[in-house]
C-alpha cells in the first residue's frame, strides 16, 4: 500500500476527479504551469492539458466569477485560491453570487463548484498566509464547508466535493501537507453524506471537538490525558456546514463534558456555534459548559510568535481540566 | 420597442397602484436594450442582465410577467428559465454579473458549443473592480464575450463625468487589446448591427468587444428616487428630442406606428393580467432550493417553520 | 424636545460630527448631492461643501481603500456603503487592511473610521439589500461593530462611534429609520464605553436579547407575554462587538432563561456566540439551554416571503414558551 | 543600488543559515526600486510598498534592519515608524495598498498639505479590481498620486504576457485620463528622472501618473520558489546582460565602483548585525496593537495567556 501525504492525495484526487468527469476544471494563479504553490495540482496540466487545467491572471474575484459563469454553462470549476487570507476579494462572488445562484435561478443552475483553499496556520507564514475563514463561509446559506484532517480523509473528501451538486469550500490544512499515511485510494470506502464526523479516538470522560490541523494537536493531547488515566474522545468535525449534530450530541451525552478548539479567534467563531448546538442538545447531560480554546482576538500575529496565538497542548489541557473540576456554582 | 416603452409605463402604473412594490425605469433605453437583445442568437448565445433589462427581456422573447415577477417581489431572480430564456436571472450586484459572462464565455469556448455571452452593464458598473478583471480575463483568453454598456449619463446621482475618468468606457477597451465601438444607443439599428457583428466576430473566434451604447435614463432611477435633486430639466429636455421611439417612428409610416401601437397594448394587456395574477410562491420554496438536496438542519428548519404556519 | 425619526438623528449626528471636527470626511455613493438613498446625509453637503462630503464613483473596495489612506493621513472617515450586500466587495479592504493597519503598524497609525450600513431586513426590499453582517464583522480583530435601535441611541452611537479611535462597523437598521422619539440630541448624556448593552425593559422569568430593528420586536413580544403574566427582560445588545458579556449575565443570572434573536441565518450567526457567552459565564444559573430565533439558513427571500423568513412575534413567543417549560431532560 | 544587491544577496544567505525563515529577492529590480524611492521628497511624500521593496527602502533611508524584520517573521509590517519613515508598512495583499496611496493623496490635496503619494504594484498586481479602482478614482479627483508599476515579467510563473491583456500596464493610464509613461526600469537615472518629475507635476496640482518600469526578476519569486518549472535559462540569460548593475557601473569609474562596494559592505554588515541580534517581541504585544484601548475582552485573554506563560 503506498505511503501518500495529504498534498499527493489531493493531486490524486484531483488527477481521478479529472479522469472521471470531462468536465472538471483545475484553474487559479500558478496551478498550472508550476503545479501550484503547493505542487497540489503538479503535473495536473501535462495530463490533461491547458484546457483542462489553465493559469489566470492575478484577480481572485475573477477566479470565482469565471467559476459561476462556467458552472452556468455546465462545466465542473474545482478554482484554488492560493491562500485562505486572498479569498477576501472573491467574497462577493462567494457570497452574492455562487452560493445564491442555485436559489436564485430556483433550482435551474447549478453550482457544482469546488474551491480549493489552503488554509489555516502553523506554518509560521506572512502575513494574510494563516487565516481560519470558516465560520465566515459556514453562515452563508448555500455553501457547504469541510476540512480534512488526514491524507485518507483529504482524498474521500475532495472527491466528494468535487461530485457535490452545491459549492463546496475546500480547506486544506497547509501544516499538514506533508503528512503521510499508507492507503489505497483506489479501494472504495463508504461514503458518508456531508455533515458527517469522525471519531478519532473514543473515550468517556469528554469530547474534543476539532478540524484540519488542530485534530493531530487534539490526538496529542489524548495521549497526555490517558497517561493521567482521562480518557478523551476526540472528534474530527470535517463538515463545517452542514455541522453534525447528532454526532456532536451522541458523543457528549457519552462524555457529558466538551471542548472545542479551533484556530481562528474566538469571537464569533465557529466554536460559538458548536457549543450552542451541543448546549442545545445535551443541556441536560451536560456537566460543565463547552469550554472553548481558540485563536486570540487578535489578528494572526508574525511566525516568531504564532506558537503563542495557536491553541497549545496545554491550553487545551488546562481547558480540559477545568470542564473536568467544574462544579455547578 | 413600443411593446418595452408601453411594459415600462405599466410597471410605473402598477406601481403607482401598489402592485408593484418599486420598478426600475428603462424609459429612454429601449433602443439599446431591445435592439441588443434582439441580435443574439437564442438557440447558442446567453445573456447576463443587470436589474434594469425589462427591454432586453423584450427582445429576446422572455416571459415578460415572469420577468416582472422580480419587481412584484415574488422571486429575486424572476420567475422566467433562464436556461431555456437565454436570460440569466435579474442580478442585483452592480459589475458582478459581468465575470460570469466571462466564465460563460470561456465554456463555450472549451467545449466548441459556439455560442457567445453578452453581458449587460452601466456606465457606473464600469468603476467596479470586477468589470476591469472581466475585460482583462477576456482579453488574455479572448473569449467570445460582447460587454454592453449601456451609458445613461448616470448612476443614482453621479453623472457619468464624476464617474468614468477619461470620459468613455468603450476607450478602456483598447488598453486590453479589445475590439471597441461606441454606438448611438437610442438608435436600434445601429445598435442591432453593432451587437451582431461583435456576437458573430465572437462566435467565430475574433474575441471580445466593448460596445459603449449612449443613451439617456429619461426617468428615475428607481420609483423611489427623485432626480428633481440631481439634475435639471433642461438636461432631462435636451435628451427628450432623442428619445428612441421618436427616432425610430421617424423611420415608420403612421399605419406601422399604429399597429406596433396596438400590438404593444395587446402585449401589455396580457403581461399585465398575468403578473397581477400571479400567486405568490408558497413558503416551502423558501428551503426548496438553497441546495440540490436541503441538509438535515435545513429540514428541520423547514418542519419548525411549517409548524408556525400551521399553528 | 423635538420629535427625531432614526435617519433625522443619525443626520445631526453627522453634522455635530463634521462641526466639531474638521477632519471628519463624509463619502459614499450619492451620499453628496442627493443626500444619500435614505436622506441620511441631506444637507451636508450644502453645509460643509464638496470637500467634506463627496459622492464617489461606484466601487466599494476603493471606498474602503481609499478610507484607509485617508486614515494614514489623519482624516476621520465616516464612509458610506449603500446597503449591506454591497459590502462583500469591500470586505478585503476592511478585514485585511482596516482592521489591521493598527496592529500592522505596532500603533502608529490609526483607523478613525466609521462605515455607516444601512443593514438588516423588513423592508422587502430587492435582493442584496436585506442583509445581516454582524457575525462576519463580529469575528475580525481590530473592528468595533454597533447598531442602534432607537433614534436617541442613534445619534449618541453614531456620535461615539466617529469620535472612536478604532474602525467602527455601524448598521443602521433600515425599517426603523422613520421611528420617531422625543429627544434633544444637544442635553448630554453619559457615554458609556464601547461594549455595553441596554436594558430596555426589566422582567424576571427570561430574558430576550436582540439588536437593531428586533429590539422593538421584543418589546412587542414582552407585551404580549405580560398580558399572560410572563416578564420578559428585553436587552439591547447595542455592541456586538465588544458584547457585553457582564450585561448579559447579570440580566441571566437574575432571569435563568434566554432567547436570542437576530434576522442573520442560524448557522454561524452571532446567536450562538452569545449563546456560548451566556453558558459560559451562567452555567449553574441556567435552567434551560438558551434558545436561537433567528432567520433560516436560506437567502433572505423576496420581499413576499419575508416576514416567513425574519424572526416572528410567534416564533419568539413559542421560544419564550420551550425555555419556560424546559425540563432538564 | 549596490546597498540593494548586496543587502539582497545577504537576506538570501540568511535564509539559506535559516536566520530568515523566507524572503522575496529584489535582484535585477534595483534600479527601479532604489532610484524612484531616492526620488521622494521625504518631508512631504509617502511611499506604499508591497513586500518585495526592499530597494525602495534603501532608496528611501529606511532603518533597513527593521524593515528585514518582517522576513525575520518579528513583525508582518516591519519595525521601521511608517510615519516618519514615509514608509507604510509592508503590505502582503497584492493590489490592496494601492488605494490606500489614492485616499492618501486625496488627504494630502483635502488640507494642502502638498505632498504626493507613490504606490508600488507589480504588472501581476495590475489585473486586480483594486488598481482599477484606483486608478478610475484618481483620474476623477485628479489626486497627487504616482502608479508605480514595476513590470518584471513575471507574478509568480505567469508572464505578462497572459497576465496583462493588451501588454501594457501604462496604455491603460490613457484610458482614464491620466499621464504615463514607460521607462527603462534598470536605468537608474531614467527611473529617477520620471519619477521625480511625475511626484513634482502630482505635487503642483497636475494629477496622476502611472509609470511603468520594464524590469526583469533575476532571481526567484520567493525563497521557496522553483523558476525552472516555468521559466528557462535562456530567458534568464538574455536579462542578464541588462542587469541595473552592470548599467550602472558602465557610468562609473572603477575606483567610483569600489568605493561604492566598500560602502555597500559596511552597510550591509551593520544591518546584518542589527538584524541577527533583533530580540523577537513580547508576546504581550499580540495584545497591544488591536486597538487603541484594549476591551475589556481582549484584557481577560490577555491575562489568560499570561497565566499560560508563568504556568
Ligand atoms: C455592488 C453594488 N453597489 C451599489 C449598488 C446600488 N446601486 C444600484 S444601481 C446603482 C447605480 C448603477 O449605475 P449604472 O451602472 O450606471 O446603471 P444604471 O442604474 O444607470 O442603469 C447603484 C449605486 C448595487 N446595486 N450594487
Ligand atoms: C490578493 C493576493 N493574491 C495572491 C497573492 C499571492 N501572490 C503573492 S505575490 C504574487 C505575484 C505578484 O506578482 P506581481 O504583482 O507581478 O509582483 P512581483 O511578485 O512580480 O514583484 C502572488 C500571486 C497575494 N499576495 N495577494
Ligand atoms: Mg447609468
Ligand atoms: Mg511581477
Redesign the interface.
Known amino acids: 500500500m503506498p505511503e501518500l501525504s495529504l498534498q499527493k492525495a489531493l493531486n490524486l484526487a484531483l488527477q481521478h476527479a479529472c479522469e472521471d468527469d470531462d468536465r472538471v476544471?483545475i484553474f487559479g494563479?500558478?496551478v498550472?504551469?508550476?503545479?501550484g504553490?503547493f505542487r497540489v495540482t503538479d503535473g495536473l496540466r501535462a495530463k490533461f492539458g491547458e484546457?483542462r487545467v489553465f493559469?489566470?491572471?492575478?484577480?481572485e474575484?475573477?477566479i470565482m466569477?469565471?467559476?459561476?459563469?462556467?458552472?452556468?454553462?455546465?462545466?465542473r470549476?474545482v478554482p484554488e485560491i492560493q491562500f485562505d487570507?486572498?479569498s477576501?476579494?472573491a467574497?462577493?462572488?462567494i457570497?452574492?453570487?455562487m452560493?445564491?445562484?442555485?436559489?436564485?435561478?430556483?433550482?435551474?443552475?447549478?453550482m457544482p463548484i469546488t474551491l480549493r483553499l489552503p488554509s489555516f496556520g502553523g506554518i509560521?507564514?506572512?502575513?494574510?498566509?494563516s487565516e481560519s475563514l470558516e465560520?465566515?463561509f459556514?453562515?452563508?446559506?448555500?455553501l457547504?464547508v469541510v476540512s480534512p484532517s488526514t491524507p485518507s480523509e483529504g482524498y474521500h473528501l475532495l472527491r466528494q466535493a468535487i461530485a457535490d451538486?452545491?459549492p463546496v469550500i475546500f480547506l486544506e490544512p497547509k501544516p499538514r501537507y506533508w503528512q503521510r499515511e499508507s492507503f489505497d485510494p483506489t479501494e472504495p470506502v463508504e461514503v458518508l453524506p456531508?455533515?458527517t464526523s469522525r471519531v478519532v479516538r473514543e473515550g468517556k470522560h469528554a469530547t474534543l471537538i476539532a478540524w484540519g490541523a488542530m485534530v493531530a494537536r487534539c490526538e496529542q493531547v489524548a495521549e497526555l490525558a490517558a497517561e493521567d488515566g482521562v480518557e478523551l474522545e476526540v472528534l474530527d468535525l470535517r463538515w463545517l456546514?452542514?455541522?453534525d449534530?447528532?454526532g456532536l450530541a451522541a458523543s457528549v451525552a457519552k462524555t457529558r463534558r466538551a471542548v472545542v478548539i479551533h484556530e481562528?479567534?474566538?469571537?464569533?467563531?465557529?466554536?460559538?456555534?458548536v457549543?450552542?448546538?451541543i448546549?442545545?442538545r445535551c443541556?441536560?447531560?451536560?456537566r460543565?459548559?463547552?469550554?472553548?480554546v481558540t485563536g486570540?482576538?487578535?489578528?494572526v500575529?508574525?511566525?516568531?510568535?504564532e506558537e503563542?496565538?495557536l491553541p497549545?497542548v496545554?491550553?487545551i489541557l488546562?481547558a480540559v481540566q477545568t470542564t473536568l473540576e467544574?462544579r455547578?456554582? | 420597442m413600443l411593446v418595452a416603452r408601453r411594459l415600462d409605463e405599466e410597471a410605473i402604473a402598477l406601481q403607482r397602484q401598489g402592485v408593484l412594490p418599486a420598478y426600475a425605469p428603462a424609459k429612454g433605453q429601449e433602443a439599446a436594450q431591445v435592439a441588443s437583445g434582439a441580435a443574439l442568437d437564442l438557440n447558442r448565445d446567453f445573456a447576463f442582465p443587470t436589474y434594469r433589462e425589462v427591454g432586453v427581456a423584450v427582445g429576446m422573447g422572455v416571459d415578460l410577467a415572469a420577468y416582472l415577477a422580480s419587481h412584484r417581489n415574488i422571486w429575486h431572480g424572476g420567475l422566467y428559465d433562464p436556461q431555456s430564456s437565454r436570460l440569466a436571472p435579474l442580478n442585483a450586484i452592480v459589475g458582478g454579473p459581468v465575470l460570469h459572462a466571462v466564465g460563460w464565455a470561456m465554456g463555450a469556448k472549451l467545449d466548441g458549443t459556439g455560442g457567445a455571452a453578452i453581458a449587460y452593464f452601466g456606465d457606473g458598473a464600469s468603476s467596479q473592480g470586477d468589470v476591469h478583471e472581466a475585460m482583462n480575463f477576456a482579453g488574455v483568453y479572448r473569449l467570445p464575450v460582447v460587454f454592453f454598456c449601456q451609458n445613461n449619463g448616470w448612476a443614482i446621482s453621479v453623472p457619468t463625468e464624476r464617474q468614468v475618468a477619461g470620459g468613455s468606457v468603450a476607450a478602456r477597451a483598447a488598453s486590453y487589446g479589445i475590439e471597441s465601438l461606441r454606438v448611438d444607443g437610442n438608435d436600434a439599428l445601429a445598435v442591432f448591427e453593432a451587437t451582431r457583428a461583435a456576437l458573430e466576430r465572437a462566435r467565430e473566434g475574433g474575441g471580445p468587444t466593448v460596445i459603449e451604447a449612449m443613451t439617456y435614463r429619461m426617468g428615475p432611477h428607481s420609483t423611489s428616487d427623485d432626480p428633481g435633486r440631481y439634475r435639471t430639466l433642461e438636461d432631462e429636455q435636451a435628451w427628450a428630442g432623442r428619445d428612441p421611439l421618436v427616432v425610430a417612428a421617424q423611420q415608420l409610416t403612421a399605419e406601422e406606428v399604429a399597429a406596433a401601437e396596438e400590438h404593444a397594448a395587446a402585449v401589455v394587456r396580457e403581461v399585465r393580467e398575468s403578473l397581477v395574477s400571479l400567486d405568490v410562491r408558497p413558503g416551502e420554496e423558501l428551503f426548496s432550493f438553497v441546495y440540490r438536496e436541503p441538509t438535515k438542519s435545513l429540514l428541520a428548519q423547514q418542519r419548525a417553520w411549517k409548524e408556525h404556519l400551521d399553528a
Chains 1, 3 share one sequence.
Request: hydrophobic content about 35%; charged content about 20%; aromatic content about 6%.
Open positions: 476544471l494563479e500558478d498550472g504551469t508550476l503545479g504553490v484546457d493559469d489566470t491572471p492575478l484577480a474575484s475573477a466569477g469565471m467559476a459561476v459563469g462556467l458552472a452556468m454553462h455546465g462545466w470549476p487570507g486572498f477576501y476579494p467574497v462577493d462572488q457570497v452574492n453570487q452560493a445564491r445562484m442555485h436559489y436564485r435561478s430556483r433550482g435551474v443552475l447549478n509560521r507564514a506572512p502575513e494574510h498566509h465560520a465566515l459556514a453562515h452563508v446559506p448555500g457547504k451538486p452545491d456531508p455533515g456546514k452542514p455541522i449534530t447528532d481562528a479567534p474566538l469571537t464569533a467563531g465557529l466554536g460559538g456555534e457549543s450552542a448546538l448546549t442545545e443541556f441536560g447531560d451536560l460543565a459548559p463547552v469550554q472553548r486570540y482576538d487578535v489578528p500575529p508574525s511566525g516568531e510568535l503563542q496565538y497549545s496545554d491550553r488546562t467544574y455547578r456554582g
